[in-house]
């Protein structure tokens, strides 16, 4: 099994354990080693698909703005913690190559691994949304079969992102492409150099 396969493995199975009660405030149960990189993939997972969810919710237009307001403050925690994880992620690729002899014609790719694969489950998510649409039993024909049309897309583009990621490792693993990994530093978030909460500390 490749690892973009034992990716999309541990997507699914994160989105399913998450539809199981379909409610925003499940608490998770990640079924794997808390060292593992399955466990960053399937906290990954499970962080977007609540995300995906919230996402949803505060789209409602009948919302009532405290709780819109509270919801989006919680969309922006949940994007914090996806980088962080994508980061962890990333860790664990240059830690997986770090033995790795660089080529000195070498090229670096327009992002890291981990991004890639961030994509990859937000594209599992896609996938599994858009195949309840094509098979939603009160929608009318036409709903269907453009929600048909647009997860037979869906599919070869996850099909076509597995092997970019696959090849991506593969080349990194043979010295043809050096990982080059940059941290986010989002300055929204930090009361340092967002102006208006170190403005407020004055």
Not at 44 to 66: A, F, G, N, Y
Request: net charge negative; charged share 30%.
């Amino acid at each position: 099994m490749s690892f973009t396969e034992n990716c999309n493995k541990i997507f699914n199975q994160a989105i399913r354990d998450y539809h199981a009660k379909d409610d925003v405030d499940t608490p998770i149960n990640n079924p794997y080693d808390r060292e593992s990189v399955e466990n960053r993939l399937y906290l990954k997972c499970w962080i977007d698909t609540v995300q995906w969810h919230l996402e949803d919710i505060i789209r409602d237009p009948h919302i009532h703005p405290m709780e819109a307001l509270q919801i989006k403050r919680r969309i922006d925690r949940s994007n914090q913690d996806r980088t962080d994880l994508v980061e962890q992620i990333d860790s664990y690729f240059r830690q997986q190559y770090s033995d790795v002899n660089v080529l000195s014609n070498a090229r670096i790719n327009t992002e890291s691994p981990a991004w890639a694969v961030d994509r990859l489950s937000i594209l599992a998510l896609k996938i599994y949304h858009m195949k309840e649409q094509a098979e939603r039993a009160d929608a009318s024909d036409e709903h269907r079969q453009k929600c048909q049309s647009k997860l037979s897309i869906l599919l070869e583009q996850q099909e076509d992102l597995g092997t970019a990621i696959d090849q991506l490792l593969e080349d990194i693993g043979a010295g043809r492409i050096y990982m080059k990994v940059y941290r986010q530093m989002k300055m929204y978030n930090d009361p340092a150099t967002n102006p208006v909460l170190y403005a407020n500390k004055r």
